[in-house]
């Protein structure tokens, strides 16, 4: 069993609940909109990280982290892109990249809206874990951690930090 930590849109900013919050977890992976080397610097000290860029990151970060990550973990295949649409409204660029890998578990950011739904067309579980950053319109700060057992997903988490 493999315990996530799942965030996005941090923006710049890491909330400091996040590392009390995180601290049991085996990787944490961030869904895009960074926003400075010193957030993907203290992630990466942290924990195993996986992470992508989002639409306000620089060229800084994409030349260390890619715009869609898919891989395996346990038995569940994974797909993280930053902008990806909801079921069953994708994207015009996520839509295809689901089609092609399949992912049993689809992860994207960049709304801000915390999102958990399963998808029964593609057979796959869509998380957007909101945003924990400073800036945006959420209202509220969240996380998410859930963990990959075999070929399931369980004991998913929502953790609300500050109202804003």
Known sequence: MVKIGLLSDTHGYLPPQLYEHFA??????????????AVADALEAFKPL???????????????????LFFTI??????????????????TESKPLIIQHKPHLFISGHSHILKVMPDPQ????????????????????????????????????????EKK
């Open 24 to 37: 049991n977890v085996d990787e944490v992976w961030h869904a895009g909109d960074i926003g400075t080397l």
């Open 50 to 68: 996986r992470m992508i860029t989002g639409n306000i990151d620089g060229q800084e970060l994409r030349v260390r982290y890619p715009e869609h």
């Open 74 to 91: 346990e038995r569940v295949s994974v797909l993280i892109t930053h902008i990806g649409g909801y079921p069953p409204r994708y994207n």
């Open 122 to 161: 593609f057979n796959l579980l869509h998380i957007n874990p909101g945003a924990c950053g400073k800036q945006g319109w959420h209202k509220v700060s969240t996380l998410v951690r859930f963990n990959v057992d075999d070929d399931r997903i369980k004991d998913l988490e929502i953790i609300e930090l």
